[in-house]
């Protein structure tokens, strides 16, 4: 499966973003797709997962009421529609697919990695 994410940029504090990422190859082996992000000098941290059958979605407490996650599985593309944008969101922003049927919020249970796409918020 191969993962290619866009929609990265500039915003300033109070706006919004919209990324997005598109699957190909074996999506069907996947149950989850998830967003991580990942800010310099810090860990990757997890964002949001959406289940690919029913459409589940989970947010990290970081972001919940903030950033919405959506999947389109006619497209085989997964979005992160971020609102309210703070400084504190600056990363880099990867898109991730799992073959688990419970991924969780850990990065190890994401098989298929995005390149990712940077995103920077301005005060």
């Known amino acids: 499966v191969q993962l290619q994410a866009s929609g990265g940029g500039l915003a300033q504090a109070g706006g919004s973003l919209r990324l997005s990422c598109t699957a190909s190859?074996?999506?069907?082996?996947?149950?989850?797709m998830g967003w991580f992000r990942q800010a310099p000098g810090k860990e990757r941290e997890f964002v949001a997962r959406i289940s690919r059958s029913g459409g589940t979605a989970y947010y990290a407490d970081s972001v919940k009421g903030r950033f919405i996650i959506s999947g389109d599985n006619s497209k085989n593309t997964v979005s992160l529609e971020m609102d309210s944008l703070e400084t504190e969101d600056t990363a880099r922003y990867y898109c991730?697919?799992?073959?688990?049927?419970?991924?969780?919020?850990?990065?190890?249970?994401?098989?298929?990695w995005g390149q990712g796409t940077l995103v920077t918020v301005s005060s």
């Open positions: 991730a697919a799992s073959t688990l049927l419970y991924a969780g919020v850990l990065a190890s249970r994401y098989r298929y």
């Open positions: 190859g074996r999506t069907s082996s996947t149950h989850n």
